[in-house]
């Protein structure tokens, strides 16, 4: 499919999406930027849904970066083994809050190659980051949006995260980009399913969706 028909169905789905689904929110618990960085690394290979009632032990013990920052690893890894990787998950959360303890004041760098380089930090979580937190354009490609995008033929058999990132930057408007991503977490979740036949039948983008790739 052309640049520009892809373009036009990627607004056509855009605008669909904000009808059937007008209010989005991350789905992981937070209220203060720290507390997302450290959610958003326990999400991995976890649900949200898990994560949310974990951290709340965590925040309990260690209510700030500062004493987050100077807990012993064993005790951050005991409280987050239900997320699963606990080793390596507390160890990287860890190494990050000593960093924006030391290095940012406690705060959380809203520069996209700035929290790039915090341990355990990729493109998807900065993204998220940016976005949420500092109301920048971000597209954050976890498997909803990669898995959907390419079934509604915004991208063609492309898997790599960062590659379907690439591609729509191409054809969502910047400032569409965080809520967008929002938008298909809940669509993935709910219709357009990866475990079970997709409900196109109750699909709002059942008559422009290209239905191809997954």
């Known amino acids: 499919m052309a640049e520009t028909k892809k373009k036009k169905l990627a607004l056509e789905i855009i605008e669909r999406l904000k009808k059937e689904y007008p209010d989005v929110a991350c789905s992981l618990d937070y209220n203060q930027a720290w507390k997302l960085l450290v959610s958003v690394r326990l999400a991995a290979q976890c649900t949200d849904a898990r994560v949310n009632v974990v951290v709340q032990e965590l925040y309990a013990k260690y209510p700030d970066v500062k004493s987050l920052a100077a807990a012993d690893v064993a005790d951050i890894e005991q409280i987050v083994r239900p997320c699963g990787l606990g080793h390596s998950k ?16 406690g705060e959380v760098p809203s ?11 990729g493109r998807k979580s900065a993204n998220l980051i940016v976005g949420d937190v500092f109301g920048k354009p971000a597209i954050v490609t976890d498997t909803h949006c990669i898995r959907l995008v390419n079934r509604m033929g915004l991208v063609d058999g492309v898997k790599e995260p960062k590659k379907v990132e690439m591609e729509l930057w191409k054809l969502i408007p910047p400032q569409e980009g965080n809520d967008f991503c929002h938008r298909l977490v809940i669509h993935g979740r709910d219709v357009c399913t990866a475990r079970t036949k997709p409900r ?3 699909c709002c983008l059942e008559q422009v969706c290209g239905k191809i790739g997954i």
């Open 90 to 105: 507390a160890k990287d959360i860890s190494a990050c809050m000593k960093i924006l303890d030391e290095q940012y004041g």
């Open 200 to 202: 196109c039948h109750k």
């Open 111 to 121: 520069d996209f190659d700035a929290l790039m380089k915090l341990p355990g930090v």
